[in-house]
């Protein structure tokens, strides 16, 4: 079953996404900011670096957001011009907020493009090739449309009126940006409920929260708790997930290493270390389910290579590799599972999204385990 809870009291206030008990997602009610990623603002342009081909533009006092010129519309901007842009990538680190003027507006069954002239659908749609010949014919007059997986079990009729809304939202937007003074934000990104509702394949079956007033707000009906929390231990779940060496269930461990350039996995075996063959096909496709759960409840982004525990034969690898697979199909967020490369490390990228959780060492013991 899955279950979204929400914790409004206390000090975590927070969004939780569980699934048969188990934390799959996590969102602190404060990490709402307007600098996130879909965030749609008229900026003032800056600094143009001609030897990066871009240039930054001012989205509030102080902050800043970097533009690629292959993302801007129409002629170069000039430093001075006022100009719409969304926040593709949010700001992490040092780094600036990733820029674009190909906006887009996202719903749950579609994604209107008020700049675009093109008709797709979802890579992850079973039958991308009808639902390409779908999207040409519901694409509104001089925009652009790209239809979600979720569109496959919409009827027309529900997505006309979904990109009625959109068409409706962009005008009103435009509407306000005639008259709205550079630096000002247009449009906040979609909240963390809304996003839910919007990228959940399948939507929670029961929702359970702390406040009757966000349980009247609900567009389905939630169960009133006073520890929504508690009920499934989502802190210390959480804390177990963030942490760089992470159990599995049948004793064998994950170490999660961020660096700069990839975020490096290495599975290592069970207790055991003289098991081999099936054992250890068995701990690299648990590792693989865990995996991808720990990739989104973390909000990991970018290059990822993954070092499984050496396997006997191509087929064990085409097994872990296909479990690694459909375990992400259930991610909302973009993932390519690229393969074993020649040194035997499985590499994959997640799109950036969102800011990662910090991961948290909170005292673990450097206990020696047995690398296969």
């Known amino acids: 079953m899955k279950e979204l809870l929400i914790q409004t009291k206390g000090d975590t206030p927070a969004l939780a996404l569980v699934k048969?008990?188990?934390?799959?997602?996590?969102?602190?009610?404060?990490?709402?900011?307007?600098?996130?990623?879909?965030?749609?603002?008229?900026?003032?342009?800056?600094?143009?670096m001609k030897n990066l081909n871009a240039l930054f533009v001012t989205l509030t006092k102080g902050v800043e957001g970097f533009l690629p010129l292959s993302e801007a519309r129409g002629?170069?901007?000039?430093?001075?011009?006022?100009?719409?842009?969304q926040i593709k990538r949010p700001p992490q680190g040092k780094k600036a907020a990733y820029l674009t003027q190909d906006i887009s507006l996202p719903g749950r069954f579609c994604m209107l493009l008020p700049y675009g002239n093109y008709a797709h659908a979802s890579k992850r749609s079973e039958h991308r090739q009808a639902m390409k010949r779908r999207a040409q014919g519901l694409r509104p007059e001089g925009m652009g449309l790209v239809l979600r997986s979720k569109a496959e079990q919409a009827t027309d009729e529900e997505i006309q009126a979904e990109i009625a809304r959109l068409q409706a939202d962009w005008e009103a937007l435009l509407q306000k940006e005639s008259s709205a003074s550079a630096p000002m934000l247009m449009a906040p990104a979609p909240g963390i409920l809304e996003r839910i509702l919007m990228d959940e394949t399948a939507l929670p079956e029961r929702v359970i929260t702390d406040d009757e007033k966000t349980a009247d707000q609900l567009p389905f009906p939630g169960l009133i708790h006073p520890d929504p929390f508690g009920l499934y231990n989502v802190l210390t779940q959480l804390r177990q997930a963030l942490r760089r060496r992470v159990y599995l269930p049948s004793g064998g461990l994950l170490v999660l290493d961020p660096t700069e350039a990839a975020l490096v996995i290495d599975v290592n075996t069970a207790q055991d270390s003289k098991r081999a063959g099936d054992a250890y096909l068995r701990t690299n496709l648990e590792a693989a389910a865990e995996i991808a759960r720990l990739l989104r409840l973390r909000r990991a982004g970018g290059m990822i290579l993954i070092d499984f525990i050496d396997m006997d034969t191509d087929a064990q690898r085409l097994q872990v590799q296909q479990a690694l697979e459909t375990a992400l199909r259930a991610d909302p967020v973009k993932t390519e599972v690229l393969g074993f490369t020649r040194l035997g490390l499985m590499e994959m990228t997640r799109k950036k999204t969102d800011a990662p959780l910090p991961a948290q060492r909170l005292h673990e013991e450097d206990t020696t385990t047995n690398d296969a």
């Not at 002629?75 to 842009?85: A, H």
Request: net charge positive; glycine share 10%; charged share 20%.
């Open 20 to 48: 048969d008990r188990r934390l799959v997602a996590y969102w602190p009610l404060e990490a709402q900011l307007v600098l996130a990623a879909g965030a749609i603002y008229k900026g003032r342009v800056g600094r143009v």
């Open 75 to 85: 002629t170069q901007p000039r430093p001075g011009d006022s100009l719409l842009v």
